[in-house]
């Protein structure tokens, strides 16, 4: 941090500031500073990378050279040695002794059980007394087969793919052994790091970042909360027949150690493998939209970790229709209420340009005056494109040029504003970036039709709150007619839009037909 930070100060002093040459240092500065940041992080694993993940995703936060540098931390993090893994399991899945045939697990409700047992052997927290563990246990005890080579190595965490002995294939997801004693101290170093860098520079408040990590931390090395939040999230969503979440094995999953169904597919953003497998890429854009505006809006509990690793595409084996497998359920934002209404009627006013509530909403939400930057921020869009209407003009890569300019001109207001807003609305912030970087991969950035489906998910979620809140069969009758009938508009709007967009087909169609006539 001192060297980043002398770099920016001696580097950029002699250069008057806002010349072409000074850009162009300024560029260099930055791309330095970020390699070094991302060698930082992988030097000291666990927490620093987690944080250095968040970083990459804050495309409306930091400068190009940073996201882009730092993105790579969500593929390439360092992994743990076998022997490490091995070590891992046999402190945690050691079987007892021979004489007692106990089978202690921390089933889908956090309490514990046992199965088949001469006697109770199990410690209060589910596991096996420590006493009683084979301690020259060996991978081949418990799988049949076992791949050393993991297949993808998180911050946390790396995964590996397995056999049990009876038949079952199954991925195998072992924590970094020394995360969890490590990443108290990681915190610390983290929250100095950050008031060295305030003391330098005053204008930036980074803390929020370090009471995140501190939150969400503990929940995220707890693999036991994420198996649960895997089935809460599988039951939510299972009206969705294109989604798929691994199953967990709660009989050999511990707290550092979770076992789940395997299930292979092509990341999300690749866009090569779903061509390659004939699968749609603009009905795996719309199912993705529809998934996490239902979580956000209708449900209020949300997986904040969507990059490309943590979403696969597939085509199921039964069916051959098109599947998102979400995994890495370990980060969930619950959202309060009032929240998650007020949530509703700001999208809801973005989307039909309803400027006055556009602010009212912004300012409950805890923008203040920064209300513009706010919106700015939260749609990716400009604010003459916010005043114009989200849905009506298309994303440009003039005006993404002119959002990541103004990011940095506005950096010092950003990190004030990250402060003034519920911590709720950071891991949203975060959510956002990932799917629209997703989005932006894919080509499919910002249609109308994405805008439309929010729509209906935040009327379904107003209509619900507003029947919870009466008792008169009447008002919840016409709550009813005006939920239908605002779904119906959108229906209505949606099919313009598809006629609009199917005239203008054929009339490029007959224009290059009468350009190109056929040869006789």
Aim: aromatic share 8%.
């Amino acid at each position: 941090t001192a060297v980043i930070s002398y770099d920016y100060l001696t580097s950029l002093r002699s250069v008057p500031y806002g010349s072409e040459e000074y850009l162009q240092l300024r560029s260099k500065v930055h791309l330095r500073s970020a390699r070094r940041l991302c060698e930082l992080c992988c030097a000291n694993r666990g927490t620093f990378i987690k944080v250095g993940q968040h970083l990459g995703a804050l495309d409306y936060l930091l400068p190009e050279e940073y996201t882009r540098t730092l993105k790579v931390l969500h593929s390439q993090a360092p992994q743990s040695s076998m022997q490490e893994v091995r070590q891992v399991i046999r402190e945690d899945l050691g079987k007892e002794l021979p004489g007692t045939r106990a089978q202690c697990f921390d089933g889908p409700s956090g309490q514990s059980g046992y199965e088949n047992a001469e006697e109770n052997h199990c410690a209060s927290d589910g596991k096996m007394h420590p006493s009683l563990f084979h301690t020259n246990l060996q991978i081949h005890d418990l799988f049949m087969s076992f791949d050393d080579t993991p297949l993808g190595a998180a911050s946390l965490a790396q995964v590996h793919k397995a056999v049990l002995h009876d038949g079952r294939t199954v991925a195998v997801k072992v924590q970094h052994p020394k995360v969890q004693a490590q990443s108290s101290k990681d915190i610390l170093l983290m929250e100095v790091l950050v008031l060295a860098v305030k003391q330098l520079f005053p204008e930036f408040e980074f803390m929020w970042l370090v009471d995140e990590a501190k939150k969400n931390l503990p929940l995220e090395l707890d693999f036991l909360n994420e198996g649960r939040n895997a089935e809460k999230v599988a039951q939510m969503l299972k009206h969705f027949d294109f989604l798929k979440v691994p199953q967990i094995y709660w009989e050999l999953s511990t707290k550092r150690v979770l076992l789940m169904e395997f299930v292979d597919g092509g990341q999300v953003n690749d866009r090569d493998y779903m061509e390659r497998n004939k699968i749609d890429v603009n009905e795996i854009s719309r199912h993705l939209g529809k998934m996490y505006s239902e979580m956000i809006f209708v449900n209020g509990f949300v997986h904040c970790d969507p990059h490309p690793g943590n979403v696969l595409v597939r085509k199921c084996p039964g069916t051959g229709k098109a599947e998102i497998v979400l995994l890495d359920h370990g980060l969930y934002q619950v959202l309060t209420e009032e929240f998650r209404l007020d949530y509703c009627h700001l999208w809801q006013s973005l989307i039909w340009t309803d400027m006055k509530n556009v602010k009212k909403y912004s300012q409950r939400l805890g923008a203040g005056d920064l209300y513009p930057l706010f919106t700015c921020m939260l749609t990716a869009r400009s604010w003459d494109s916010v005043n114009r209407g989200i849905g009506q003009t298309p994303v440009t890569a003039t005006e993404d040029s002119e959002i990541r300019n103004n990011a940095a001109n506005y950096l010092p207001q950003i990190s004030h504003l990250l402060n003034l807003v519920p911590r709720q609305m950071l891991l949203i912030f975060k959510t956002n970036d990932l799917l629209r970087g997703i989005e932006a991969a894919l080509g499919t950035r910002a249609s109308a039709s994405s805008f439309l489906n929010m729509s209906r998910c935040c009327i379904k979620a107003l209509a619900a709150h507003k029947k919870k809140n009466t008792h008169s069969f009447f008002r919840r009758t016409q709550i009813s007619f005006s939920e239908a009938f605002n779904l119906w508009q959108i229906n209505l709007h949606e099919l313009v839009l598809r006629v609009k967009g199917l005239r203008l087909a054929s009339w490029v169609l007959a224009l290059l037909c009468w350009l190109l006539p056929a040869p006789h």
